[in-house]
């Protein structure tokens, strides 16, 4: 090993075969490794135990309501672009059980016993570290916290990556959220062919990879790092001006455009966009007994405001029509959700364009909405 | 977000460790009020959660039913119960609802609470108020008539106008008296009426009719059907009630009562910490926007 | 001349404060007072339209009779509330819904006829009488559409 002192903000390369030996440690602390692995045609986030099962030399095409895993030029892990899972599961998992109650004299409630698992997150990209910090504001707040969310969240290792290659529907760049990752990780990969350079982001990153042989990357390899980062820049698939974001979205007078009529006649309601979002939090608790009813339990299951009972009151729906839900999805992830958590709902992933069976390109519907409300 | 009316405290029934978890209480008492509707009395089993919890008028509880659900019930009685029990008043529609009215005295159910925004009984003082609701709107106001009782002298001019669909669907009848020796001057109507009634027959609630109001030093508070108050706003600005001075209470979906599950929004608002009480001057931008 | 108890009456109504005295004159002119006991009729459906009343006290119920249901209470007259003001734009030529007393009150009778007279000899006054009449009519269109939104049903009672 060489003699370097590394510290947070240090960048260093470390060979592919270190790197496996650091998901070792990681497991050897105690964590779950998971990441990216290849899985029905797609790409899913599951355990992994070394880069072998990643997708490696993997690219994926992708455009409003498509997706596509390719051949990529290289032999690289991360080349691909993400799919429609996200790490939102390991935080906020699409079913908890909250509760489970047994009838006595009245009501008690039976305790079960979940181990909290602590995950290290490999490969997470710039506008997935967003969507983390911006659930953090939701289920993490002064008056209120998610136990579920706020015990995986504290326990968390974030192993991030910088995106070289972007695919179609991305458009971080106009959110501000990558390719460079943005956030706080505890170490951030940027990958060439033989090597990952390393920056250090926290103090638990620095002291695991102070167990590995590292190296100083040279100027010539860092400098080609960040050609790609450059270029990855010009490649972003996507751009949304976000200037008069959010006032577009929460003028009133804007809530009555025909776009919203034109865009209903094409949305299935299906909700997709809201399930693959890795931002979107709304949640439902279902109930359930058992067949003597003398035990009643209740689940957290992940919602979204496309789902008619979502908005459900007795006598009737507050968003009876596609167009009232379409219009309270986009205008709250654009619009109020940066007065409700001072930021906007979205990271520019891209997810909700790609996964949408009806190909609507949320990017092109406000830029739509703009042309008709200014001309 | 700033908050826009006092935040109330954190809630104190419930388990803060745990997402969606109540506490105990006992059904002591069940005041059938009219068809459909009844008032159900509660007392917290743990001691001392009864002797933390405190709730402010207009605030709400959920409500839990093992194998049912939740569902978000205002408190109907008074904040300051001498024997500490929690009333609410209930209208029986659905799952949750439904199978409350099926409970019995001596029955358990789980509530966490108090959650939401309050009337403003302490920015109010020294005002008059027209107090105006319809329907299954009385009860959420009524913690409030009775605040108003215990500090008359510390309001003006009190009116309480109240419709309801037909006169047997009228609530609390054997309190109307009560409240009128506390001066509270009650305009009651029905949208249908029989030979039998000689009260009103209109809509009362959204006319501040033919009564003289000072509009520098009236506030509104308004709680019903959602048309209801539209109207109810729209005659309270007509006669130059600022916006900032008429306060809705509002009812959307809810699950979570905590800014969490999503559902209860409009607008940058979330209705169960942000509301359910209002002043109508934040929500003007968004009450003629259709199916928002 | 008018009749002072009459004038001072329609004096305490905040609309006719509003009239120059001429016009008030001529209003109370045509108009007299009638004491009604509770339970008392003041006109049936089908009777000619002969008076449009104000209400000065108490409160007047408009009824119709709906076969199997019996009488239905549509709308009740407070103080100074105008009832019976079809008559003075004749559509019908006859009472579409009755007049009863809830309580004792006491009632201003204006005579249609000599109304609808006054207010063609005298445009300016008659430009008036048609306004607070169109603004009666306005309020009571108002009133009925809420009942007919029927707010306060049970939406279960309302789709079955
Ligand atoms: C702040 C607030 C205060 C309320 N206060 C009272 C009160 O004092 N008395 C009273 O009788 N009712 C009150 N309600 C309405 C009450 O919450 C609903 O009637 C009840 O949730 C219906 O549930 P259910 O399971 O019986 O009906 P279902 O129709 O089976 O309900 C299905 C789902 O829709 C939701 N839902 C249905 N109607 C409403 C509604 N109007 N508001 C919110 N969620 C709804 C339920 O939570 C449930 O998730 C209040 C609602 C809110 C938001
Ligand atoms: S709104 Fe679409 S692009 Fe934005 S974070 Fe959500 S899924 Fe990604
Ligand atoms: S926008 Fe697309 S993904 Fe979202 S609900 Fe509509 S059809 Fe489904
Ligand atoms: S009820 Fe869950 S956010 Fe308001």
């Known amino acids: ?375 | 977000m700033t908050s826009l009316l006092p935040q109330s405290a954190p809630p104190t029934a419930g388990h803060p460790g745990k997402l969606i978890q109540p506490d105990w209480a006992e059904i002591v008492r069940i005041t059938p009020e009219t068809e459909g509707i009844s008032t159900f009395w509660l007392r917290f089993i743990d001691p001392q959660v009864r002797e933390r919890y405190h709730f402010q008028p207009g605030q709400f509880n959920m409500l839990y039913l093992p194998g049912y659900g939740e569902s978000a019930i205002s408190m109907s009685s008074d904040p300051e119960d001498e024997e500490r029990l929690v009333a609410h008043t209930i209208r029986f529609v659905g799952t949750v609802t439904k199978n409350i009215g099926r409970l019995k005295v001596g029955d358990v159910i789980g509530v966490r609470g108090p959650f939401g925004t309050s009337w403003p009984m302490k920015q109010i003082e020294g005002r008059d108020l027209v107090l105006a609701c319809g329907g299954i709107g009385l009860p959420p106001l009524r913690p409030a008539i009775y605040h108003i009782i215990r500090n008359r002298e510390k309001y003006g001019k009190v009116t309480l106008l109240y419709g309801a669909r037909t006169p047997k669907d009228l609530m609390y009848p054997d309190e109307h008296e009560e409240w009128q020796r506390h001066d509270i001057h009650m305009e009651i109507s029905v949208d249908r009426g029989d030979e039998n009634w000689d009260g009103r027959v209109g809509v009362v609630p959204m006319w501040f009719y033919n009564f003289r109001i000072d509009p520098r030093n009236t506030a509104v508070l308004t709680c019903g059907p959602e048309i209801m108050i539209r109207f109810v706003i729209y005659e309270g600005l007509a006669r130059r009630i600022p916006a900032e001075r008429i306060f809705v209470s509002l009812e959307r979906n809810m699950k979570c009562g905590q800014g969490s599950c999503g559902h209860c929004q409009i607008g940058p608002y979330f209705i169960c910490k942000d509301g359910p009480v209002f002043p109508f001057s934040v929500l003007q931008r968004y009450v003629n926007v259709e199916e928002y | 001349m008018a009749n002072p108890e009459v004038l001072a009456e329609l004096k305490k109504i905040p609309w006719f404060g509003t009239l120059s005295p001429e016009h008030l004159e001529k209003l109370a002119g045509i108009t007299t007072l009638r004491p009604v006991k509770a339970g008392e009729t003041l006109f049936k459906e089908g009777d000619r339209q002969d008076y449009v009343y104000i209400v000065l006290e108490g409160r007047v119920a408009l009824e119709i009779f709906v076969p199997h249901r019996g009488k239905v209470r549509i709308y009740t007259c407070e103080q100074h509330d105008v009832f019976g003001w079809s008559s003075v734009t004749p559509l019908v030529r006859q009472r579409t819904a009755g007049a009863t007393a809830v309580l004792n009150s006491r009632v201003a009778c204006m005579d249609a006829e000599k109304l609808r007279q006054i207010c063609d000899e005298d445009r300016d006054l008659g430009y008036l009488v048609m306004r607070r009449l169109a603004n009666v009519v306005a309020s009571r269109l108002m009133v009925t559409r809420l009942q007919l939104i029927d707010m306060f049903a049970n939406p279960e009672e309302k789709n079955a």
């Open chain 1, 1 to 375: 090993m060489l003699d370097i002192t590394i510290s947070r903000g240090t960048t260093v390369a470390l060979s592919k075969a270190e790197f496996d030996l650091l998901l070792a440690d990681l497991r050897e602390n105690g964590y779950q490794t998971v990441g990216p692995r290849v899985q029905d045609e797609s790409i899913v986030y599951a355990d992994i135990q070394t880069l072998a099962d990643l997708p490696r030399g993997v690219q994926t095409e992708q455009e409003a309501g498509h997706f596509r895993l390719m051949r990529g030029a290289s032999n690289n892990y991360f080349d691909f672009i993400p799919a429609a899972d996200s790490w939102k599961k390991f935080l906020f998992p699409p079913r908890v059980d909250l509760l489970t109650v047994r009838k006595g004299k009245g009501w008690e409630y039976v305790e079960t016993e979940t181990a909290t698992p602590r995950y290290a997150l490999v490969g997470v990209r710039g506008c997935e570290l967003a969507a983390i910090e911006i659930q953090d504001k939701i289920f993490i707040r002064p008056d209120f916290y998610d136990p579920t969310y706020r015990l995986r969240r504290e326990g968390l290792f974030i192993i991030a990556v910088n995106c070289l290659h972007p695919a179609g529907t991305c458009f971080c760049t106009s959110m501000g959220t990558g390719p460079k990752v943005q956030g706080s990780y505890d170490l951030c990969l940027t990958e060439l062919d033989d090597v990952f350079l390393v920056e250090i982001g926290s103090e638990l990153g620095r002291s695991l990879l102070s167990k590995r042989k590292y190296d100083l990357p040279s100027a010539f390899v860092q400098n080609i790092a960040n050609q790609r980062l450059a270029r990855a820049v010009q490649e972003m698939g996507r751009s949304l001006d976000t200037r008069d974001l959010p006032g577009l979205l929460t003028e009133p007078e804007n809530l009555e455009a025909a776009r919203w009529d034109e865009v209903a006649k094409r949305c299935l309601s299906c909700g997709n966009c809201t399930q693959v979002c890795p931002t979107c939090f709304c949640w439902d608790a279902t109930d359930s007994v058992n067949l003597s009813a003398t035990q009643a339990s209740r689940t957290r299951v992940w919602d979204s405001c496309f789902n008619p009972a979502y908005s459900y009151v007795f006598g009737g729906n507050t968003r009876p029509t596609i167009r009232a839900r379409y219009r309270q999805w986009l205008t709250h992830k654009f619009g109020a959700w940066k007065e409700q958590f001072g930021t906007l709902g979205c990271t520019g992933c891209g997810r909700c364009i790609t996964w949408c069976p009806a190909k609507i390109d949320h990017v092109a519907e406000i830029a739509a909405l703009r042309e008709e409300v200014n001309s």
